[in-house]
Nanobody
Framework: QVQLVESGGGLVQPGGSRRLSCAASGTIFRINTMGWYRQVPGKQRELVASINSDATTIYADSVKGRFTCSSDNAKRTVYLQMNSLKPEDTAVYFC?????????????WGQGTQVTVSS
């Protein structure tokens, strides 16, 4: 099994910055993809950003130029640096990892961390 533990959420003023972290532990041979999704009440969970094992990244149009997704493979950790935050970025942010254990490949989710952008 694999566990993902997130940190870094909280209240931030519009225009401010916040950094989310998500660390994986457990039976891990290789992490194929790491990423971040977010969800607001009444809406589907949406992709914010992801990074593959070859370091290629994908971003939602709404966060391009403001958010940066990076990873530290040695620490099995993915980060989301969020700058120029807007009230519409308010959501619960979930990290996601696609992990190969050496036997199987599965997707895992973090527990979610609330980010609130408000003055």
């Amino acid at each position: 099994q694999v566990q993902l533990v997130e940190s870094g959420g909280g209240l931030v003023q519009p225009g401010g910055s916040r950094r989310l972290s998500c660390a994986a532990s457990g039976t891990i041979f290789r992490i194929n993809t790491m990423g971040w999704y977010r969800q607001v009440p009444g809406k589907q969970r949406e992709l914010v950003a992801s990074i593959n094992s070859d370091a290629t990244t994908i971003y939602a149009d709404s966060v391009k130029g403001r958010f940066t997704c990076s990873s530290d493979n040695a620490k099995r950790t993915v980060y989301l640096q969020m700058n120029s935050l807007k009230p519409e970025d308010t959501a619960v942010y979930f990290c996601y990892m696609n992990v190969h254990s050496g036997v199987w490949t599965k997707g895992y989710w973090g527990q979610g961390t609330q980010v609130t952008v408000s003055s």
